[in-house]
Every structure is written in structure tokens, then in C-alpha cells.
């Protein structure tokens, strides 16, 4: 039997039960949102294609320590020029399907998706496994059929190095794959997401100025001196900076231009912009108050002031 998204098999009673708050379940699906280590079942192999005339079995060693590598939210591919393999082998109860956003950019890789049987013969589904490009800082998606059965999964990327040109690496997050009969167990939700009700199949994302940890309930409103968050699905609230006596100073000086007709600036001050100070804590830096009025300084040699707040070249010939 399989259970309903939001639902886990309770091994013990062999019942589906409703996830709790904070977390979920697909049902007959399992996805991976969390890149901070490789996920248990995937595995790395790396090789060389061997292409130019040389010591192949050099080249193959240098392969060793390349592979997947995970980046918090997304994994991302190798950089140099050897072939790797990201895999990933699922046994499905029934039809199904594989599901993966991507970034894509560089036609300097090939990327490439495709699926084996436990015999390593290709599936029919994946006739089409190259990946197209994606515009640059764009997500893209993939998706495949699943048929019932040992499915063996591979992400393959090999680069093509151009003398010192370095490789944009391809990108992949949330692999999600449903055809499962059930999962024994709910999912937290990841750090910027919340669930408020048993039963959820997904995590929904904080809004602005909120954040959570793993497995949050809900979202927590950032306090009153962090910096305002214009961003949604935060794990964690910035301190908002202020600026004491001896720090780096966040503001500029400028001469003022309001004193034309006696020929008379005045020195000023401006934060600079966008502003991330804050004047309203102990021992935080002000702005300096404005300078006095002071005759204005004579032009250079070869300028001159025609009654105006600048000094202007003189004309060709004088």
C-alpha cells in the first residue's frame, strides 16, 4: 500500500499517520531541498575521457578528487575537465517521475541526464538526455518518467577547458522523485521555511523581516535593531551595524554651494547611502556638524570664476 502526501508509514502499527507541525512528507515521493552533505544513496564516480594523445593514466588520477559538490541549498558540478557522475538508485513500486530545477550556462560542459535499469541499459525516457542552457541566473526544470522497477539515476557533466578560461560549474537542487510506495518517516522543514498544521505535503517559505531553524513551526519576527530584511526564507536576522568613534566612517564630505553670492563655502556632511548606521545607540558615531563659512578658495592657474560656484577653463587665447 502507499500513503497520501503529508503521511508517513508508522512501522510499528503499519498505519499512515499525519506529519507533525514543522514537518512533511510527499507521501510516494522523496526530495532532496538540502544540499549541506551529500545526501545518504548518492554517490560520485569520476573518470577521464581520454581524447589527446598523452599519459591517459595521469590524467585519470588527476580525476580523483573531482565530483559533486554540495553548496547549502543547490549541489554543484566539477570545474576541470573530467567526467562525473552524480547517482542516485531508486526502487519505485509503481510509474513515476524525477523532478530537478538546474542553472546551466556554460557551453564549455556538457550536461547530461539520463537513467539505467539494474542491467545498466538505458530507459527509453531519457532517448533525449542533454540538458538545455538557462539564461544566466535563471533555474530551470527537468522531468523524466519513471517506470516501476530498479531506476538508477545519473546527473553527468564533463568540462571542456579552453586554456586559462575557467568553467561555470551546472547547478542542481530540489530532486524531487515520486513513485515510492511510502516513506517511513517525515521531513523537516529546511531553515527559512515553516509548516503550521499536521498533514502538510511542503514547507512554506518566511515572509520579509521573519526566519526560522529546521523543523520550524513558524516563522520568528526579527527583532527591532536588525537590519530590515528585504529578502523571504531567511534562516537567521543581520545585526543592524552602528558606527562607534574609532570605527571606519560611513559618511562623505562636501563642500556646500548655497553661499554664491559672497563667494563663501561651508563644509557638510552625508551618510552615505543606503544607510546601515544606526545614531540612536550608546557610543554610536553622529554625523559631525556642518563647518563654518569661509571665503571661497582662488581658482587654479588657468581657470577662472565668472560669478558662478565653479571654476571654468579659460577661453583659447587669454
Known amino acids: 500500500f502507499s500513503c497520501a502526501s503529508g503521511e508517513y508509514l508508522e512501522m510499528k502499527n503499519q498505519v499512515c499517520s499525519k506529519c507533525a507541525e514543522g514537518t512533511y512528507s510527499l507521501g510516494s515521493g522523496i526530495k532532496f531541498d538540502e544540499w549541506d552533505e551529500l545526501p545518504a544513496g548518492f554517490s560520485n564516480v569520476a573518470t577521464f575521457m581520454d581524447t589527446a594523445v598523452g599519459s591517459s593514466e595521469s590524467k585519470a588520477d588527476s580525476c580523483n578528487n573531482s565530483s559533486w559538490t554540495p553548496r ?30 538546474y542553472q ?16 545498466c541499459k538505458e530507459m527509453e525516457s531519457t532517448a533525449d538526455k ?17 517506470k516501476s522497477g530498479s531506476n538508477i539515476l545519473y546527473w553527468r557533466t564533463t568540462g571542456i577547458l579552453m586554456g586559462s578560461k575557467v568553467v561555470k560549474p551546472v547547478l542542481v537542487k530540489n530532486i524531487t522523485i515520486e513513485g515510492v510506495a511510502y516513506t517511513s518517516e517525515c521531513f523537516a522543514c529546511k531553515p527559512g ?12 517559505v518566511c515572509p520579509r523581516d521573519t526566519y526560522s531553524e529546521k523543523g520550524a513551526k513558524e516563522c520568528t519576527k526579527c527583532k527591532e535593531e536588525m537590519v530590515k530584511q528585504n529578502q523571504e526564507g531567511l534562516s537567521m536576522c543581520s545585526h543592524r551595524l552602528f558606527q562607534i568613534h574609532n570605527g571606519a566612517h560611513r559618511y562623505i564630505m562636501g563642500h556646500s554651494q548655497t553661499f ?7 563644509i557638510m556632511y552625508k551618510w552615505i ?25 582662488p581658482c587654479n592657474p588657468g581657470f577662472y570664476n565668472n560669478a558662478l560656484s565653479s571654476c571654468t577653463p579659460c577661453p583659447p587665447g587669454t
Not at 558540478?77 to 510509474?95: F, G, Q
Not at 557551453?107 to 539494474?118: L, S, V, W
Open 193 to 204: 521555511t515553516f509548516s503550521d498544521k499536521p498533514g502538510a505535503s511542503g514547507c512554506q
Open 104 to 119: 546551466y550556462i556554460d557551453n564549455n560542459i556538457f550536461f547530461e541526464f539520463f537513467i539505467q535499469n539494474d542491467q
Open 260 to 266: 554664491v553670492s559672497s563667494f563663501q563655502t561651508q
Open 130 to 146: 542533454w540538458v538545455k542552457l538557462t539564461d544566466n541566473g535563471e533555474w530551470g526544470s527537468h522531468s523524466v518518467t519513471l
Open 72 to 101: 547549502g541549498n543547490y549541489i554543484e558540478s566539477n570545474r576541470d575537465d573530467c567526467t562525473v557522475s552524480l547517482i542516485y538508485a531508486v526502487h519505485l513500486k509503481k510509474s513515476g517521475s524525477v523532478f530537478f530545477e
Open 273 to 297: 547611502e543606503p544607510k546601515i548606521c544606526r545614531e540612536d545607540l550608546p557610543d554610536a558615531l553622529t554625523l559631525p556638524p556642518s563647518g563654518e563659512r569661509q571665503d571661497c578658495p
